[in-house]
Each structure stands twice: as C-alpha cells, then as structure tokens.
C-alpha cells in the first residue's frame, strides 16, 4: 500500500493553494466544499475565484509565493504551472512539516486528491497512487453508476437513530448485526428513494425488536484460488462474518477480502498433517454459532466437492444450528478452465469422473475398471502423491499407455503451472511439483496447446478483462 487512505477533517482550516488557473480552480472547489478557509496565492485568477472572493468564500493575494504564505496553515497545494515554483513550495512545505500537494507530481508530495464519489455524507476516495489517474477516473465514473443518490439520506437517517439503537441493543456486535440486516434487505433504502422518511425510521424501529441473537454457519466455496471467481455472495458473507475459519487452501489475497476485525481461524489440511482434527472443526462451528455469531466456514473450490462439507452439516443438523450452503467453483472446472481443456467434448470424451486421491484408510477400493474406460475424462483430486498407483491401475485396466495427462499446479493463481505428458510416464510428470495440483486424464488434454489463453508467466491474457472492456 503506497498510501494510508484517511479522511481529514478540513472545516474551518486554514489552506493555501498557489496557483491561479483551472487547476487550481478545481483544487479551490473540493477545499471549499470541505469547509476549509481558503487562501489563493497566484498573479493572475481564474474569474471565479474573483468572484468567490468578493463573496467572501474565499482570500486571495496577488503576488509570487513566498515561505511566510506558510505561517500557520493546515496544508498546502501547489499548483502553478512553473515546476521550479512547485518544488520549491514542497521543500518549504516538508521543513515545516506541513501537508503539501503539487499537481501532477506526487514523488514530491506528501499527500494526493482521489478521484471522489460523493454521496455525503458518504464519500468513496478512489486513488491509483498517481500511477494512472485515468483509471482512478475511470472507475469512479462506473461507481457513479452504480451508488444510488439516497445512499447519503440512507447515512444520515441512519446517524440520526444511532442512539435509539444503542439504548435498545446494548452489545456492539448484535447492534453491528441489526444494521446489516437493515441496510441488507433494501426496503430502507426503498422507502427512502420515494421520499417516505416517516416509514423509513417506523421500520427502524420495529426492526428493533426482531430476533438477531442467534447464530448461524455459512458454508462458502471460495473457489480454486483466483479471488475474482468468488461468487457474489461468497463475498457478501464474508464481509458480514464474526468467524472465519478457513482452509489450507484458500489464499491469502481471498482472506483479505473478510470483514476485517473477523476473527481468522485456521483449521487447514494437508497430506499427513492435520492442524485441526475434523472433529475439533466441527466443534468449533457449533461453539462459535451458539455465541451468536455468525460463522463463516471457508473451503477451497466447492465445499460438497471432496470438501467434507456434508460431514461439517451433519453436525450442524443435530446441534440444532441455522446453515446455508454457498457453493463455489471446484478445482475441476476452474483449474481445466484456465488450462484450456473443456472436461468434455464430443469428439473426445462423453462424460467426466472426479475422483479423489485421498480415502479414508478403511474405504472401498476405487472401481479402476469403470476408471479407464476410454472416451471419458478423468479428474483426480489431491492425486499427486497417488500418482504411481493411479498410473499402474489405469494401465493394468486396460487404459492406453498414450493416453494424455495433464497436471494442474496452482491452478488459476498467477503461480499456476501446467505439464502435460502421457499416462505412461504420470509417475515421473508430478516430480518437483509443490502445493495443490489437479490431475486430468484423457483426450480432452490434447486440446490444451490450441485452447491456451491463461499465461500467467507473461502476465498475457488472450481473453480480455470484462471490468477494464467496459471501463473502456
């Protein structure tokens, strides 16, 4: 992060900016809009800042900066169209540790303007670092769109009942639950886009008096890795959860997206290692919901996919405890996605079996004989470490020595890796591979060099962001 984002109280500060023109102009507008007490500094003024002076709204002095323009102001923007001056101003500026802008220069800067959506007195800062400015306004023009013009009243009522609900709800994170609740089901924003305050703060407070003391399990598929194929409501969950607890395989930059005072519990899972016993797990998402908190149970990929989801609300079921089931994208469709090989074909395979690698240790054996069968593909979860015995079964089956095998390390993610090779030789393909790897039998492999479009190595992208498309 090349900035902390922070929102400064400007009321009645006194701020200078140096520069006349359009640039300084727009600087002028935002400050005032603030509340600040602006001073203007330049030879010559746009004509409104004339105009605003002789209202009073703002003062101005018409000469070249120097330092003692400084003396007991709030901050600073330099904005004059001489880049001598503006670093000069900077350097004054940063001796008396003051706040200081210059335009189009944020190496010298110690402070940048975002773009702005305001919705006061809810405002969303949008910032590139000075990277790409075009940008920051390009996503500022979609949320434009896409925040709605009561989103400020919505605030204000809001500020305005506060207090009624800390007198009612006297626990801050049941009071926390009624907002969400109340801002989640879209009828208080209804209300008041059609202007109907008195309903609005009637169903505050009837919704004062509905049960919000009980908690609940969201079990979420967070997906294969790449956090953009989290679902909508993955996230919305996420961000709602007093508890998360988590596996191995989701990654950080997905735990990064929770709500971030949650309390983040491991309970990962890897070959041979079990940091937390299932049973313990299970244990855990009774203890917690029965708190009243609402638990958030994060699997990698789809959680009734190999996930031990069943098993965790089996628990649930006779524990009394209130679920709901987020599916996610399974390994197995996203990892062959990004690899470019479809799971089926018509040419090559009609139908898709997923497997796993790991069983419990009194489990039936696996039926080999339906596995190599040919003109299907075969998905092979956590299979790495099996790979010799799933080779020597397949062959001993009867299926094709040249049948192709693709391994999918990472998949998605911008480490992911793909070798492909034949069954023959599947034993010797995994060597060296570390981390989360999916297995993938059959023809459909072949198509893998021609459907390619994922190039994480290059950062290429053959298919275009939808986001940045429609940005553009």
């Known amino acids: 992060m090349d900035y902390l984002p922070i929102f400064t109280k400007l009321e009645n500060r006194p701020c200078l900016v140096v520069g006349g023109g359009d640039i300084a102009f727009r600087k002028v507008h935002l400050l005032l809009k603030a509340g600040a007490d602006v001073t203007v500094c330049a030879l010559e003024f746009h004509p409104t ?97 896409l925040l709605p013009m009561h989103l400020g009243r919505l ?36 209300l008041l886009q059609k202007g109907q305050t008195k309903d609005a703060l009637a169903l505050m407070e009837a919704s004062l008096t509905e049960d919000i003391t009980r908690g609940d399990v969201a079990l979420v598929g967070a997906g294969p890795g790449d ?72 699997k990698g990929g789809d959680s009734f996919i190999f996930g031990r989801g069943g098993e965790e609300l089996e628990e649930l079921v006779e524990a009394g405890i209130a ?38 240790s009194d489990g039936e054996e696996l039926n080999w004989r339906a596995l190599a069968a040919p003109n299907q593909t075969l998905v092979v979860y956590m299979g790495l470490l099996q790979s010799a015995e799933i080779q020597s079964q397949l062959l001993n089956h009867g ?30 393909l995994g060597g060296g591979l570390q981390g989360p790897t999916l297995m993938i039998i059959g023809e459909v492999v072949n198509l893998a060099d021609k459907l390619a479009w994922y190039h994480p190595d290059n950062n290429h992208l053959l298919s275009r962001d939808p986001f940045l498309v429609n940005l553009a």
């Open 323 to 360: 679920f709901q089931v987020v599916p996610g994208i399974t390994a197995a469709s996203g990892c062959s996605a990004y690899a470019g090989i479809p799971l089926t074909h018509r040419d090559f395979a009609q139908s898709v079996t997923f497997v796993t690698g790991h069983r419990k």
């Open 155 to 190: 605030a204000a009522i809001s500020a305005q009942f506060r207090h009624r609900v800390k007198e009612v709800i006297k626990v801050a994170p049941l009071r926390r639950r009624y907002w969400e609740k109340l801002f989640g089901n879209g009828l208080l924003a209804n």
């Open 399 to 428: 299926r094709s020595p040249e049948t192709p095998v693709a391994l999918v390390n990472k998949g998605t993610t911008s480490d992911q890796h793909v070798v492909i090779g034949q069954l023959s030789e599947l034993q010797q």
């Open 227 to 298: 956090p953009s194929l989290l679902t909508l409501k993955a996230l919305q969950l996420m961000q709602q959860a007093d508890v998360v607890l988590y596996d191995r395989l989701v990654s950080s930059e997905i735990l990064d997206l929770v709500r971030r005072d949650a309390d983040l519990i491991s309970v990962g899972k890897a070959a041979g290692n079990h940091e937390v016993e299932q049973s313990r797990t299970n244990e855990m998402l009774v203890e917690f919901a029965r708190q009243g908190k609402k638990v958030v149970r994060l």
């Open 49 to 145: 800042l004339l105009k605003q002076a002789a209202n009073n709204k703002l003062k101005l002095i018409k000469q070249a900066f120097t330092e003692a323009l400084l003396e007991n102001k709030w901050l600073v923007i330099a904005a004059t169209n001489q880049k001598d001056v503006n670093e000069h101003i900077a350097r004054a500026a940063h001796a008396k540790q003051l706040l200081v802008n210059v335009v189009d220069q944020a190496d010298i800067s110690s402070f940048i303007l975002p773009s702005i959506v305001d919705r006061s007195p809810v405002i969303v800062a949008i910032s590139s670092a000075g990277k790409a400015p075009v940008l920051a306004r390009l996503i500022r023009e979609r949320l434009e769109t």
